[in-house]
C-alpha cells in the first residue's frame, strides 16, 4: 500500500513539474511574441514615417506647380496686356505651362506612392497574427 501512495506522490509532482514547465513555456511564449509585435509595430511605423515624408514631398511641389502655373497666368495676362502678338512672352508662359504640367505629374506620383505606404493593408501585423496562432495551436496540442 505504501507503495502505490508513493507512486501516486511521484505522479502528483511529475504533473506539477509539467505543469510548472508548461506556465514557463508560455510566459517565454509571451515575451516573445510581445517583442515580435514591437518589431513588427517599429517597421510599420518606419513605414508609415517614409510614405507621410512622400505626401510632404508631393506636397511641396504641388505647391510650386501652382506657383508655376500662377506665373503662367500672369505672363499669359501679361501677353495680352502688353503685346498683341505672341512673341517672346508667349513663348515664356508655354514654358512655365510645359514646366507646370511636368511638376504636377511628380507631384501625383509622390503623393499616390505616398499613399499606397500608408494604407490600412501595410499596416496590419501580419507575422505577429501568424505566429500568435501557431502558439494557440501548440498550446491546444499539449492541453
Same mark, same amino acid.
Given at each position: 500500500?505504501?507503495?502505490?501512495?508513493?507512486?501516486?506522490?511521484?505522479?502528483?509532482?511529475?504533473?506539477?513539474?509539467?505543469?510548472?514547465?508548461?506556465?514557463?513555456?508560455?510566459?517565454?511564449?509571451?515575451?516573445? =511574441?510581445?517583442?515580435?509585435?514591437?518589431? =513588427?509595430?517599429?517597421?510599420?511605423? /518606419?513605414?508609415?514615417?517614409?510614405?507621410?515624408?512622400?505626401l510632404i514631398a508631393g506636397a511641396a511641389i504641388?505647391?510650386?506647380?501652382?506657383?508655376?502655373?500662377? $506665373?503662367?497666368?500672369?505672363?499669359?495676362?501679361?501677353?495680352?496686356?502688353?503685346?498683341?502678338?505672341? /512673341?517672346?512672352?508667349?513663348?515664356?508662359?508655354?514654358?512655365?505651362?510645359?514646366?507646370?504640367?511636368?511638376?504636377?505629374?511628380?507631384?501625383?506620383?509622390?503623393?499616390?506612392?505616398?499613399?499606397?505606404?500608408?494604407? $490600412? =493593408?501595410?499596416?496590419?501585423? /501580419?507575422?505577429?497574427?501568424? $505566429?500568435?496562432?501557431? /502558439?494557440?495551436? $501548440?498550446?491546444? =496540442?499539449?492541453?
Amino acid at each position: 500500500m505504501t507503495t502505490e501512495f508513493g507512486n501516486s506522490s511521484t505522479r502528483s509532482r511529475s504533473l506539477g513539474d509539467l505543469v510548472g514547465g508548461l506556465a514557463a513555456d508560455m510566459s517565454g511564449l509571451f515575451r516573445k =511574441e510581445i517583442e515580435l509585435a514591437k518589431t =513588427e509595430a517599429s517597421e510599420k511605423l /518606419d513605414s508609415v514615417v517614409g510614405g507621410v515624408e512622400l505626401l510632404i514631398a508631393g506636397a511641396a511641389i504641388g505647391i510650386a506647380a501652382i506657383g508655376v502655373l500662377f $506665373a503662367a497666368i500672369v505672363t499669359g495676362l501679361a501677353v495680352v496686356f502688353i503685346n498683341a502678338g505672341m /512673341d517672346r512672352t508667349a513663348a515664356n508662359s508655354l514654358a512655365a505651362f510645359i514646366v507646370f504640367i511636368v511638376a504636377g505629374i511628380i507631384a501625383w506620383i509622390l503623393v499616390a506612392r505616398g499613399r499606397a505606404r500608408i494604407s $490600412a =493593408e501595410n499596416l496590419r501585423f /501580419d507575422r505577429t497574427t501568424t $505566429a500568435l496562432s501557431l /502558439d494557440q495551436a $501548440a498550446l491546444q =496540442e499539449k492541453l
